[in-house]
């Protein structure tokens, strides 16, 4: 039973308002934890983003997060671009990676023409597949911190890819935040962990090892359930040695499904 559980997740507060309502009503304990900031590459992104799209005439737009989206529209509004860049999507087939994805850009009034059945880079792949969208071109807006996988997946696939950077990542800097989930980790008090992305494993460890050493800090996440939200994220965890199950469906409810059946199971 998960009822009582306490169970800590990589994101802020608000980003993490689904799994805070899914938990609560279960009766167990949420513990957000803020790992990563996003750096927005300002006002040159739209530019760079609507430039690419007049010059470069892609087929397909992917957006790979509802982070993309909202950033590169907020700041299109700052600079009286909104209209244009609205244009500049409509003006493409767009992807999106999974439901949060779509919801953000319909918040912005683009229509999404197909959304994966796996919300990952390999879904996005097999849609593309399924399409037979081979020598079409694809734009994808992303983190600069995003690995090559799924640009080396569609270029096998024979689709031509340009990736734009919209923003880079770093480990949260504010960490007044964590004092209760560190209170309650050094005495073995946290029964489940739900890691959302790579990048917030890398800030977990940078943020964690200041004031524990890496054997201690294994040592208690072996004591805990740790569940990864996909494929990337779990191999982010191996590469530290921490065991983790990966959410079959890769979203914040599937994570939370899967570390309920784990504490069902237990």
């Not at 800590?8 to 608000?14: F, G, L, Y």
């Not at 737009?61 to 671009?81: N, P, Y």
């Amino acid at each position: 039973m998960i009822e009582g559980k306490t169970i800590a997740i990589t994101r802020s507060e608000e980003d993490a308002e689904e799994f805070i309502q899914l938990l609560s009503k279960e009766k167990a304990r949420p513990i957000t934890l803020p790992t990563i900031e996003l750096i927005s590459k300002g006002e040159k992104i739209v530019h760079e983003f609507i430039d690419a799209i007049q010059n470069y005439n892609p087929d397909y737009s992917v957006f790979m997060s509802s982070k993309a989206v909202k950033l590169l529209f907020e700041e299109a509004k700052k600079i009286s671009l909104y209209e244009k860049l609205q244009l500049a999507v409509a003006n493409t087939i767009v992807i999106a990676v999974g439901p949060k994805t779509k919801t953000a850009l319909e918040n912005e009034g683009i229509k999404v023409a197909y959304m994966p059945n796996r919300y990952s880079s390999v879904g996005v792949g097999e849609v593309l597949s399924r399409l037979n969208a081979v020598g079409k071109r694809v734009i994808v807006p992303r983190s600069g911190a995003s690995t090559p996988f799924l640009k080396n997946l569609l270029e096998k696939i024979g689709q031509d890819v340009k990736e734009i950077y919209l923003y880079d990542v770093c480990a949260f800097n504010d960490t007044t935040q964590w004092n209760e989930f560190r209170e309650l980790f050094s005495k073995n008090n946290i029964d489940g962990i739900v890691f959302t992305s790579a990048s917030s494993v890398q800030a977990f460890f940078e943020i964690m090892t200041k004031d524990y050493d890496q054997k201690t800090l294994l040592n208690n996440l072996k004591k805990l359930k740790v569940v990864s939200i996909g494929p990337f994220t779990a191999d982010e965890l191996k590469k530290f040695q921490v065991e983790n199950i990966v959410a079959p469906t890769h979203t914040v409810s599937g994570a939370f499904e899967t570390i309920k059946n784990i504490f069902s199971l237990a």
